[in-house]
């Protein structure tokens, strides 16, 4: 498994944002002759910041049994992931312009089969 910190500017909140990312390391991938891996969003809540469920999660070996990519972004004054009407537009970062993103940078499935979907009180899994 191949551990990422990725740094870029996000239109949808117009600020410089932070993830890591656990990707499947394949060597196939270089031939392109693997698809596109299913893709498990990790969102910290709590008070809590990306690397939450790296130190206190067995998350790597999770994504590797089950051959997932996992992003973690930083979420820092997430807003309960609201677009604010005079603020920064959390949603829209989260729903569109962040699979997107990683779409493009790590050949990442779109689609949402297969991966049920969960939310918890301390901290937020989409698949």
Request: proline residues 7%; aromatic residues 14%.
């Amino acid at each position: 498994m191949a551990l990422l910190h990725v740094n870029y500017n996000s239109e949808a909140l117009g600020m410089l944002v932070s993830m890591d990312v656990i990707l499947p390391q394949k060597t196939s991938w270089i031939k392109g002759d693997v698809p596109p891996h299913q893709t498990l969003y990790l969102l910290p809540g709590g008070g809590v910041d990306e690397t939450y469920w790296q130190r206190y999660t067995p998350i790597e070996k999770l994504a590797e049994g089950y051959n997932l990519a996992v992003i973690m972004p930083y979420l820092i004054g997430r807003f309960f992931y609201a677009d604010m009407p005079l603020g920064q537009k959390w949603w829209s970062f989260l729903s569109d312009e962040l699979p997107d993103i990683c779409q493009n940078m790590f050949r990442l499935s779109n689609e949402r089969e297969g991966i049920p979907w969960s939310i918890q009180t301390e901290s937020c899994l989409i698949y």
